[in-house]
């Protein structure tokens, strides 16, 4: 193939690569992936803002990457495009070869790292909720019941972004406007731990692009420690539960944490989750 026949299939593709990419944008609403409506919007679909913030890539690589411009593009950023977008399996296929990757055999296996023995122990924990994650907040690992009694869906991946995106999560906390400010206050604590680390920033910069509530309370420049703290949830099926939650760090993890959910006395928490306990939910990783 001659030089300027290469450069006409590239041209092609990042076209091609750009017109898929905003389609599968175009097609879904903010309701769709689990965030609040923020009224008009003078186009349809996800902003590209939103789409990085979920897929947990920062925004301009996002955006190179749907203008066919990214480099060293991997199949585990491609996959979490493809979860937020809610691709099938052909739609995936297709974002690989687009992207210059061979598509895998198989669908993506869950991200490891995390010891079996650690997995174990989140599940010999439920009904109780319990999850593991790294030192930027990403969930790594999760109990069988933190879905269904924390309000966490198949495309979280970092409690931060959670907290603040996630419309049924915000819609189980009856405390949660009380809650957010201290959030960001551990957020940048956690971040003044590792102050080389560029991460916390830009998982910081990229939530401020879609979130005016986290924007304000990021410019406050508060700052405060991880430790015990009481959590409510108001769930429609098993009513008004209120959770003691302990950080534990992972000596064989540096940095990874495990949040361990147990229910405050006198509360009907405990009683809650015994009538949960007879049924049968599946562990999710990842």
Known sequence: MSAENVRADSER??????DFLHSRRARLTPADVGMPEAGRRR????????????????????TRLEQGRADNVSGEVLDA??????????ERRHLYL?????????????PGGVPAELHRLLQA????????RDRHWNLVAFGPTVEELLGYGENDHNCLVTFFTNA?????????????????????????????????DAIAD???SVSPEFAEL???HEVAEDGQAVKAVAHPDHGDLVFEATLLTVPDLPGYNMVMYNPKPGTGTAEALERLAARELPARVG
């Open 98 to 110: 687009l992207s210059g990757l061979n598509p895998p055999l198989a669908p993506a296996a869950p």
């Open 43 to 62: 186009t349809p679909g996800l902003r590209r803002e939103e789409v990085a913030v979920l897929a947990g890539v920062g925004v301009s690589w996002y």
């Open 218 to 220: 990021w410019a406050r």
């Open 13 to 18: 593709r990042r076209t091609e690569l750009r």
């Open 206 to 208: 990229d939530l401020r």
């Open 125 to 132: 924990w439920a009904p109780r909720p319990a999850y593991i």
């Open 168 to 200: 049924r999560y915000r819609e189980l906390q009856p405390e949660w406007a009380q809650a957010a400010r201290g959030v960001v206050a551990r957020f940048r604590g956690d971040a003044a731990r590792y102050p080389e680390d560029p991460r916390f």
């Open 81 to 90: 495009v493809a979860r937020t977008l809610r691709m099938s399996q052909a």
